[in-house]
């Protein structure tokens, strides 16, 4: 499991004891507690009353509310996504699970043009307070139909709030505030996230969506990172520690709003500006941020700004085919050697060790979902 250890950010003041916790139990106490405070919300979804509970973050929220609270759903995505529109404008808050993100492709016309736009057709006198939990990423061979990372679609659209959230804490702290949102949110939350580890307090606390974090402090490069990119970037800004050169790590945590102040706050601070995000290159996450950092902020930019991202093609189900498909921390050591005009180096070099299957981050992995 990777440490994702962390002093909790002061927005949230918690007064509970932290503890250490994995992502996975982290969502499901995000989920528990807002259940236990408020009668309104509501779990549903393919597998969340499976044994295995999504990763574990829906385990045995169905044995402690019953099944009129927990309950699975017939495979129409569409229509439930409907139902669950229905109960939040007559008063409920309900959060809709999908094990895959490819899943709510077949939602997109409640989510897009119900969920949405509501608020806006209806002169701001309703909303939808809909919580929409959906799993990117790679994972045991699962190919272009169920590994991917749509963010940049959600993040198109006005309406929506756009979370991903990285750390444990965060995990926790954004979902109860998703969930008490007046507002639609869809949660990407990557598979590969879920046994990572961090400092969780015990009780109940709230993260602001649209606020972006300093998980690492630096002077000569900015990293601005998504979801399981922010993890690569850590590991690369060590690394570069190595090479003499001093890296700050953000992580954006919601993408929908964006944290422009906070991006270009670093900007200025040290000139280069580089974004890690597992979505396709065309069109991103990562080309909006440059792009909205060079409309604002060109003159603090030293050298042109530059983008990890994985290339614009599907990634196959093979493992021997997606061996260069992924972005990993050597390719952001890379690329930040290439913003000082130095030579590429190869992962023993930086004082990386990668995965050794491309699909499975560490031995405490379970597949395939």
Known sequence: MIDLLQESPQEAQPTETSRTLVYADAIREALELSMAMDPRVYVMGLGVTDPKGIFGTTTGLEQRFGSRR????????????????GSALVGMRPVM????????????????????????????????????????????????????S????????????????????????????AIEHDHPVISLEHRWLYQTYGQ????????????????????????????????????????????????????????????RTAIAASLEKTGRLLVVDHGWKTFGVAGEILASMTESHFDALRVAPR????????????????????????????????MYGRPSINAQQAGIELPTHHDVPNAAFRGPF
Not at 129 to 141: K, Y
Not at 220 to 233: K, Q, R, Y
């Open 97 to 148: 699970v999908h094990q895959r993100v490819d899943f709510a492709l077949l939602a997109f016309d409640q989510i897009m043009n119900t969920a949405a736009k509501w608020h806006f057709m209806f002169a701001g006198k309703r909303s939808v307070p809909l919580v929409i939990r959906l799993l990117i990423g790679r994972g045991w061979g699962q190919g272009p139909q169920h590994a991917q």
């Open 307 to 338: 983008r990890v991202t994985t290339p614009d093609a599907y990634v196959a189900t093979a493992p021997s085919l997606t061996k260069d498909y992924y972005p990993t921390s050597l390719s952001i050591v890379n690329e930040v050697l290439a």
């Open 200 to 259: 969780v307090p015990s009780g109940h606390y709230r993260v602001p969506l649209g606020t972006a974090q300093v998980l690492r402090a630096g002077d000569d490069v900015s990293v601005v990172a998504t979801s399981i990119g922010v993890i690569d970037a850590l590991q690369a800004a060590e690394a570069l520690a190595h090479q003499g050169l001093s890296v700050e790590v953000i992580d954006l945590r919601s993408i929908r709003p964006l944290d």
């Open 70 to 85: 927990v309950f699975d759903m017939p495979v129409a995505e569409n229509g439930m996504t409907g139902v669950a529109i």
């Open 150 to 177: 749509l963010q940049a679609i959600f993040g198109h659209f006005p309406g929506l709030h756009v979370m991903m959230p990285v750390t444990p804490y965060d995990a926790k702290g954004l979902l109860i505030s």
